[in-house]
């Protein structure tokens, strides 16, 4: 399940969080989740007389003076208090006035009295500052460190002594234990203490006689500030902002519970390296993720419980060498499931399909679910598993008994034994009619396409025979059909893909791509107002390539920006050879949109307009595709500068794929193109007619020329009249042709002279 090179940087990991300390915040975010859990009261007998934000109120002036403090100890030495903490320091009081009184009330209390040294960080030194009590309190009154440091921004170690400017001092935390340190060291609070259960008194009931020896008698008192402006309120975790007297106080009951131990982590790293360790063996391998959760859990309840008995555990290492263990088999679960396992519908995959003996004889069935994708993000929550379940379901009907494998993208594949092979036919037609009724998936009605590719050569390995067979399925979708058989042509077409680039190199400086042009005309007076250049290409061996195959390959290999080029420079050269002739008609060139996003596509057309002697206005770009242009900043400010530099803009194929009105908004266009599927259908569908009506309205309003494509027979050039259209082109106007007959048939006919 796991290598043990995979172990033993686990282990080194796991010591290096260990001895860096990295995982320090995970056991205090730990510690502070347990102390929300575990909760007891305090023992009562430390309590606080808290110089508050009512005794300020109280105090004339808001100002608490000596002679105050003075009545607060002498009130709680009269109550009978068995201890007097004072959790203040008076380095800037000692020259008050009545400072003395202050003093005198000390110094009668004795040893029974503990006076706070403060230990303060001088800034920019990096030094820390002590504030001792003054001599004038005299000797008898202990002094106690109130010194702590956070980690985290809370207070989660108190020390039980601290040296201060080098004499060490115990703690109020340990004074008030009984429990004075001979050593600076720290221990860990216990969080299980409820602060809420801490008793406070407020220094002005004590003053007004409200409070007296039945609060203090017999008590340790903690004297302290509670009041905001002290600002003397820290975080506690399992709390929020308490004064730092409550910290004094849980601090003490901590150490009167007993003495805090903290073994680190060296045990729970062990515990869990001996229990994963076991888990690995192979009679319990099947169980592991549930023996590591476990195991994590007994680790996190451990130290909750341990830390309620004073013992502190850290599990920060033993938990990353748990998640990096596991981290590890869970890869290779995954890996070894995606090799031979597809997690959707739980069939064997397309890899446990290539990895079989030869399929020798076998034919190689590929079916592919149509839209696929489009089905997977439509479908809510988990229908997609549904889908893929009934179309499972039906696909094994066909398979009749043999194993049906399927991939993750809505593709399957199985294998026809030979005996079987004239039942092919007969089997696809049957899947097919079982996919014309619907699937149901909830309260949706699904209808899913299915085509299948064949593979009956039995050259090649299994790899390739089954990617044979989906490339197959891929064309059966491209062409509409219900299955198609891979064949040698194919194999053909897949290397000329593959060798496009270079192929297209040769075409360009050999010849073989060359320039067409298709005349336009004004429909309401029959006159030549443009031409369109377009694209051909005559394969020495594969002949004439239609432009719809190798203008897509080319903009798939990022050859389509050279290939435009080319055409542009034919068709600028073209036009400008014409209107030295006297026909100074509109030249048109298609432009993918793809690439308005070059940066230099206006700057290399303006070279090659003033190259040519041929003005701007001359040319018209038919932006195609023009999905790509919606969220692409370059590319409308590309419009932007075509339309400033003069060039006209057109619409191509409007009303089909990516051409729309919103992309309208975006176009400021100077014609729109109909696209020839509707133009050569209008005749027959009312629908169809309408929409080419509708689109030549639109132009009009929008100050556009209306451009009808695919005009095949006097009627639809008739009927386009009628509706208004500006401008139209197709095989009853003129094919495309070469330059020569171009200006052939220009020289033998009138023409208009403007666009």
Known sequence: MISWRSIALSVFLSLVVGFSGIGIPLDRILGAAAANFASRPVSGDIVVVALDDQTL????????????????????????????????????????????????????????????????????????????????????????????????????????????????????????????????????????????????????????????????????????????????????????????????????????????????????????????????????????????????????????????????????????????????????????????????????????????????????????????????????????????????????????????????????????????????EGQLAGLAALFNAPLTIGELRVDVAIAFGVNDEFEGSNAQRLAAALVAAERAIRTRSLWTKYTSRQKEDAGWQLSFHSQLEDALTGGDIWVAFQPQYQIATRQLVGVEALARWTHPTRGPIPPDEFIVQAEKSQDIYRLTLFVMDQAIRSAAQLRDRGMPINMSVNLSATLLDHSDLVGTIRVMLTAHHLPPEALTIEITETAQIENSRQARQTLAQLRRTGIRLSIDDYGTGQSNLEYLTEIEADEIKIDKRFVMTMRDSQRNLEVVKSTIDLAHRLGAVAVAEGIEDAETMTLLADLGCDVGQGYHLGKPQLFSELTATLTAIPHNRTA
């Open 57 to 424: 109120t109280d105090s004339p002036n808001g100002s608490f003076s000596m002679t105050q403090y003075a009545r607060v100890v002498e009130a709680i030495d009269e109550a009978g208090a068995k201890r007097l903490f004072v959790d203040f320091y008076f380095d800037r009081r000692e020259k008050d006035r009545d400072f003395s009184r202050f003093t005198t009330a000390i110094r009668r209390m004795g040893d029974r009295a503990v006076l706070a040294v403060a230990t303060k960080s001088v800034p920019g030194t990096g030094r820390n500052r002590s504030i001792f009590p003054s001599p004038a309190f005299g000797t008898a009154a202990k002094r106690a460190s109130i010194a702590w440091d956070d980690e985290f921004w809370q207070v989660w170690r108190l020390p039980k002594a601290y040296v201060a400017d080098g004499q060490l001092l115990p703690s109020f935390a340990s004074l008030l234990a009984g429990k004075p340190g001979n050593r600076a060291e720290l221990f860990h609070l216990d969080f299980s203490y409820d602060t809420a259960s801490i008793k406070q008194y407020s220094a002005s009931d004590l003053l007004s006689g409200s409070v007296g020896a039945k609060q203090l008698a017999g008590k340790d008192v903690i004297f302290a500030p509670t009041a905001s402006t002290f600002q003397d309120a820290y975080y506690l975790p399992g709390n929020n902002q308490v004064p730092g007297a409550y910290i004094h106080v849980i601090g003490g009951e901590t150490l009167k519970r007993g003495n805090p131990v903290d073994i680190g982590w060296w045990p729970a790293l062990v515990f869990i390296a001996a229990w994963l360790g076991i888990a690995l063996l192979p009679p319990f391998q099947r169980w592991f993720s549930w023996a590591a959760l476990a195991a994590v859990a007994i680790l996190v309840i451990g130290q909750a419980i341990l830390s309620t008995m004073l013992v502190t555990l850290s599990i920060a290492p033993a938990s990353f060498f748990a998640a990096a263990v596991s981290a590890n088999v869970s890869r290779k679960r995954r890996r070894f499931s995606a090799q031979r396992e597809n997690p959707l519908s739980g069939l064997p995959n397309f890899e446990a399909l290539r990895s079989q003996p030869a399929f020798g004889s076998a034919t190689v069935i590929a079916a592919k679910v149509v839209n696929f994708e489009d089905l997977a993000a439509f479908i809510p929550g988990d229908g997609i598993g549904k889908l893929v379940e009934q179309v499972t379901r039906r696909l094994q009907l066909a398979s009749q008994g043999t194993t049906l494998h399927h991939d993750l993208d809505g593709t399957f594949a199985w294998l026809v034994p030979y005996y079987q092979h004239s039942q092919i």
